[in-house]
């Protein structure tokens, strides 16, 4: 019997105690009990009774025998409880002297339960609890009646404030207007607040305070319990997704309230609320369709938004279009509940999605770090399961929960959709059930520190909805899809907030239990082969054919396929145990019956399969050799580590024989107190300079002083997190209040620079202290950003910073970095990627690391696919300062195993409004199978940037993808200041001189856009590629005017022209649709003169363009063309070619 059914039926059930006896309920009803055992069952009309059976207004439940149910009885994971007499309960039932609550169907309550209006908290067995209770790392208190507390209440001689919703407060508490102050653990320090209520820590109102007993509930200093297993005398079935709380025990469930809600019962979509979102095919994940704003894919009717997808054809091919809305910058959300009414479609490769995402990636940063929350999934092949999921982290890592429907698919009907967002708590519903919960993850940068919980999922989101085709999830569509009925349906979305939310939550400390290895040392399972007991799991993915066999103690795999990955054929070990710190060696013997590879790796399955020990090739020949490989384990600790040997798409078929595996502890790396901090992945020596790490987001910061009246904390106000020191003090002298890190990683002879943003309440100076120096900074009300240089000799006077902020009045300090005072930090990559980002692409396949054992330290990425353009697989570093006027040389060191090009460039960071113009010109070079040392010298010719970015694109560099496994190397990457040019450009003679040979190069696009730069300013928007012609050209697809002509640009850059000189400008011109492009000589600096400038009206026929100019002055300025807003635009694709500019 389904519970789901049982509930409905059952719902208004009262039941009373009754003492089995013979009574008549139908015509041939009876009692029956038997002589054997005393059982009782029960016989009418219809039988002999089964399952569920409602006796004269009464619930019993008999076995597949009949016989009559006692005690506690689990029907599909829902728990209910009958008396001796075998009727069911509801409300209050007291079990062996514990106490437990059913509701009117019966069903066993979890979690927090109302009744009358009171609260009380059962365990996952469902036992009520008295005391201190933990919930989901947050700290309630209940009295021996197990009713919640609030107030300001006593325990055991310490005073704790509650708040309204039960939670136990730290950190600042205004109480009475006053403030308090409540420590980490939760009781009051310094002055104490007045108490309400005073208990004993078995929650008994006390007048005189008890010592805490030794068995009691643990107290809020103390680490949570795990959680136990159901104790229930009934046999128990399988439960599925369901988190064993129904929505209803939540203190917040009936408080919230309705904000905003879209019924979608008009005629056409609000854009008040609600954004078009269009994307080309391939965005993301693969897909095949392209997102359009066409009213075709996107539409209102009969009270619904639905979102279409559309099979046509392009170019002979099958091509898919389809809709996605959002309300980004519109209707954000910071916490709530939501609910959509939707109808999902069905069809292999149609995959709709109801998701939101943050309105402000750059917080946290890009995906995954930023945060994902997935309420709704469901992939078209099979409509009867659901997905809500959460992506977050650095390496990416996710938390999901399914639910599968009983009978029929979610295309079948609508249904609601929901989830409840609190601090450090996402629900999600599936029509008023809750089928999963996740309260446990975390947000930071590879190699940085856990930005305080509940991040990343403390920010406003915005929503999102639409209909994919195709994708590396659910696959393309087949002929099987119905493209007719391929429509997403929403009847509505409602958004409701609470009145307020306590953000004081504590992450969960899950238990890491790690088992210990074999008497031998070794911690896998079964290394000698000895059996088949399952220990080793043989897998296949992507197309991958093999079997394996053990005998005579050895494991030998036969590949038949090998797939089109590594990891098609695999051989695993789960559930290695690595502690955080431990040295482990792998060893192994091993043979193929020809030469031939395999690779080696341990990972994390658990978490994203993060490699502990990275792929290694293992080079096998036909004789058994032993293998040994050490590594460290350099993330927190995982019980669940998996040795993988991976034997898939790697050139050969032949039988691989293995046996003697071992890992083996051989040491172990213990965490020294006294040990320098880190160097952050973004080169800062100062840790937690953000003021966002450890639970009162002051980790490593050490706080003194000697004003009694002086508060310091961290302000937390819509995600701004800065350091407040208030003091109150008017004797208050600057040294009384001082905010230290000690043992910074600094080195010997090097050159730093102390970076730190700070203002104040009123004009005041406070100092900050390095290496025996003192630096003032001089504060007033406005933000501002102080900058202190200093240099390290052949002693340190002190790795410590300390920043004095004592005198009255209130101080802010943010963002404290100290850094390496060069322009490119950590170029010689001695510090890891310190200071580094690797950027890929989803549709790309690279990653990246430091190679110190052939290189010497050595930037290397492995690239699998480039991608489709340049700029999809990059290794960048943020925030290079150039100087207008200043000359620069640019030098580093590449190779690659694949003769290839890569393409370089120091650039303005466009994030925001897409001009990435390149100040040092983008430069392609050809990189091969050896080091070479490239140079570029250059002039800053635009004003002053502090944040230009210097990229290395490795993606599809010319137009040319690349799907061949291969590896780019760079390093020894050096920026330096020159007093004067040693190099000079191509075919740029020295202003003053006249040369009649053509100064553009490459102007008939030959060499792609080598010596060329383009740029789009948002709004403009445009795609700048080169036609697939033997006669190539420059081909610009303008999908965004913007507000100038300039807007969208293609230049040529530094072209030196003499004065007096006439020259001729030629060029080639044409565009798909009639419009104007504007060609221009101008000024590359300064005032931006223009010294000529002319209209070219264009329509589908090449035109030939001549423009004649006489130089009135020496100058190096840029040829350009300008695609944005004209006199005359149009949103249509332009093409350049044959460039000249001769003088006369």
Partial sequence: MKSIKLKKIIAGAIAASMIPVMLQSGVNAEWKQSTDNGSWSYVDDSGLATNWKLIDGKWYNFDESGVMKTGWINDNGIWYFADASGAMQTGWVNDKGIWYFTDASGAMQTGWINDRGTWYFTDTTGGMKTGWVNDKGTWYFTDTSGAMQTGVIEVAGKVYSLASSGAMQTGKVIIDNKEYNFSSEGDAVGEIPKVVKAFDNKGAGVTKQADKPATTEVSPSSTTSKNSSSNHSSSSSNSGT????????????????????DDFNGNELNQNDWSYEKHDPGWVNNELQEYTDSKENIFVKDGNLVLKAIKTQKDGKDYYTSGKINTKDKKTFKYGKFEIRAKAPKGQGLWPALWMMPNNESLYGQWPKCGEIDMMEVLGNEPNKLYGTIHYGDPHEQKQGTYVLDKGTFADDYHIYGIEWVPGEIRWYI??????????????????????????????????FNLAVGGSWPGNPDETTDFDNAEFKVDYIKAYQ??????????????????????????????????????????????????????????????????????????????????????????????????????????????????????????LTTDVKTYSYEFTMDKEDDANGRLEFNLGNQGSLADVELSNVKIEKIGQIEKDENESKKIMPDGNYVNNGTFDVGEDRMKYWEVKSKSTNTQINVTNSNNSRELKVDTKDNNSLLEDVSVKQTNLALTKNDNYALYFDAYADKDKTIKACINGEEFSADLTNNKKTFKFEFSTGEELSSKDLELLLGGQGITYIDNVRIEENSLIRNGAFDSGLTGWNVYVDGSSQASGSVDSLKE????????????????????????????????????????????????????????????????????????GNDFKTYTNEFEMKKPTDENAIFTISMGAVNGKQIKDKHTVTVDNVKLEKIDELTTSPENKPEAGTVNNDNLITNGDFSSEFSNWGYFATTPAAATFSITNDTDKAAAIDVTGLGTNAWDAMLYSDDINLSNGVKYILEFDAWADEDRDIVAEIQQNSGAYNTYAAKTVALDGTKKHVTLEFTMPNDDAPQVKFCFGNTSNPTLTKVYIDNVSLKAE
């Fill in 431 to 464: 029509d008023g059930k809750l089928y999963y919960t996740a309260n446990d993850w975390f947000t930071k940068v590879e190699g940085g520190d856990e930005v305080t919980f509940p991040a990343p999922f403390d920010q406003p989101f915005y929503m999102q």
């Fill in 498 to 619: 609470l009145d307020s939310y306590d953000e004081n939550v504590k992450k969960p400390e899950a238990e890491v239990i790690l088992r210990d290895p074999d008497i031998n040392g070794n911690y896998i399972i079964n290394g000698d082969f000895s059996k088949d007991d399952g220990s080793w799991k043989f897998l296949t993915a992507l197309n991958g054919i093999g079997n394996y066999n053990i005998a005579n103690n050895k494991m030998t795999i036969s590949t038949k396929n090998a797939g089109t990955a590594d990891y098609s054929i695999q051989l695993v070990q789960p559930g290695v145990p690595l502690k955080e710190g431990g040295k482990y060696r792998v060893t192994f013997d091993a043979k193929a019956n020809e030469d031939r590879t395999m690779i080696a790796d341990v990972s994390g399955p658990d978490r994203s399969y993060v490699r502990y020990f990275n792929d290694t090739k293992v080079d």
């Fill in 242 to 261: 369901n988190s064993g709380n129904n929505g209803n025990g939540n203190p917040e469930q009936n408080k919230w309230k309705l904000i905003w809600q």
């Fill in 856 to 927: 010497k330290n050595a930037a290397q990425l492995e690239i699998a696919d480039t991608g489709d353009q340049d700029w999809k697989i990059q290794l960048k570093q943020n925030n290079v300062k150039l100087e207008e006027g200043q000359k620069y040389r640019l030098s580093f060191d590449a190779k690659s195993t694949t003769d290839r090009d890569i393409m370089y460039a120091i650039q303005r960071d466009g994030s925001k409004d897409n001009n990435w113009d390149p100040y040092s010109g983008s430069k392609v070079i050809e990189v």
